[in-house]
């Protein structure tokens, strides 16, 4: 059996959702992200920090506006990536955390990412869950390298993505830009540091998750 070539396969047809249990011990369910999350999105972003919104928003916003949320739930799978994960033991909650990528421009090869975990699930592996997804699902679609724009003081996560194997683009007083090469499977990932030794591990985790979902379908 041609193992990625049918990792090829699975990753073209991704399954709407699929459940993964983090070391950490949350089990958690991730969805590409649906117009229906929309109330989700609302009671979540009231969730968020100052801080938090700050790192990820850049400025005050109080709330999402019904533009911003149409525009935020309703990623169209090539253009624009969205999964949002849910904790399998908590599903009337709001959720945990979204990490979107949208291309620069209709042909490029070149996305920007953003991930949001609510305050209360942070550090317990989501975020890295969410963003290998996005990696998964962009390099299914031709997107070949990341940027990410990270708020200067966030310097815990500026590391994690230096630890990966992303460079500094450029920096200003607002905003450092990273670049990160877009990862088909555990092989793409250069680096050897520990955090990339657990993105190549969390890589593997999700196609397996989707692969066992998808064969059960
Ligand atoms: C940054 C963020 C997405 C990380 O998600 P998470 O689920 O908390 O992270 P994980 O537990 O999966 O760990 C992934 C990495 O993020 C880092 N991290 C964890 N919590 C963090 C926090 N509060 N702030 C910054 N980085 C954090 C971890 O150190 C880890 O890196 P390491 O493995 O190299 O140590 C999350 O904290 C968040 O949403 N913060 C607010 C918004 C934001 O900063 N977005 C990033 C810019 S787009």
Known sequence: MNIPLLQKWFRKTPPASFDVALPSG???????????HAPRFTAGYAQLS???????????????????????????????????????????????????????????KIAEVALTILDAYQ????????????????????IEQFLYDVSPDNTRFIEHLLALGAVKVSQDH???????????????????????????AMLKVVIDAEAAKVSAA
């Open 123 to 142: 550090h317990r592996g989501t975020g890295l869950l969410l963003h290998a997804a996005v990696h998964l699902h962009a390099a299914a679609v031709g």
């Open 50 to 108: 100052e801080q938090s919104r700050r790192m990820r928003f850049f400025g005050q916003v109080s709330s999402l506006s019904s533009k911003q949320l149409e525009f935020l739930t309703r990623p169209d799978g090539r253009n624009h990536i969205a999964y949002a994960a849910l904790n399998l033991a908590s599903p009337a909650e709001p959720g945990i955390g979204v990490a979107r990528a949208i291309r620069l421009d209709a042909d490029s």
């Open 174 to 200: 607002d905003i450092v830009r990273l670049r990160l090469p877009v990862c088909a499977g555990p092989d793409d990932v250069a680096s050897t540091t520990a955090a990339a030794q657990r993105f190549r």
């Open 26 to 36: 949350l089990d958690v369910q991730v969805a590409f992200v649906t117009p229906a």
